[in-house]
């Protein structure tokens, strides 16, 4: 097992790669789409894709977890789905708000950052108790 202090670096690296990526997917997004509902469309895309980056980056790297088969991976990729929406919820509260408040990309950006930091917080706990168990 990792020691604490490693394990903690490495998640939050971890968490700043999955940030990107969803930040970095909501912007193509919104350039390659400025239409109804792109902001919605764009923090979904984001989610989605920072979501499976995030996924497999905790799976393999920070709780050593190895799935017997492919139906056992969709299962524990469903349970950690499930895990995030709460934190989903955190983090799309704070990136709305602040766009609502702000009316700024670079403000919604930053509350989605804030949220998300929070939401990764809460859902390693999450993850460690209910999703990458060792019976």
């Known amino acids: 097992m990792i020691d604490s202090f ?22 193509i997004c919104n350039y ?6 792109s902001i919605l469309i764009s923090i979904i895309i984001g989610t989605g894709f920072g979501l499976v980056v995030k996924y497999i980056l905790d799976k393999k790297y920070i709780f050593q977890y190895k799935t017997k088969t492919a139906g056992h991976n969709r ?7 499930i895990m995030g929406i709460l934190t989903t919820m955190i983090f799309w509260g704070f990136e709305f708000g602040f766009h609502y408040i702000f009316e700024t990309k670079e403000m ?6 804030l949220g998300l930091m929070i939401g990764y917080i809460c859902k390693y706990y999450l993850d460690k108790r209910y999703v990458f168990r060792t019976v």
């Open 32 to 37: 390659l789409y400025s239409g109804d509902f």
């Open 75 to 81: 299962q524990i990729f469903f349970l950690y789905t």
């Open 6 to 27: 490693r394990l903690a670096m490495l998640y939050m690296a971890f968490a700043i790669v999955a940030t990107l990526c969803n930040i970095l997917a909501q912007d």
């Open 108 to 113: 919604r950006y930053l509350g989605g950052i």
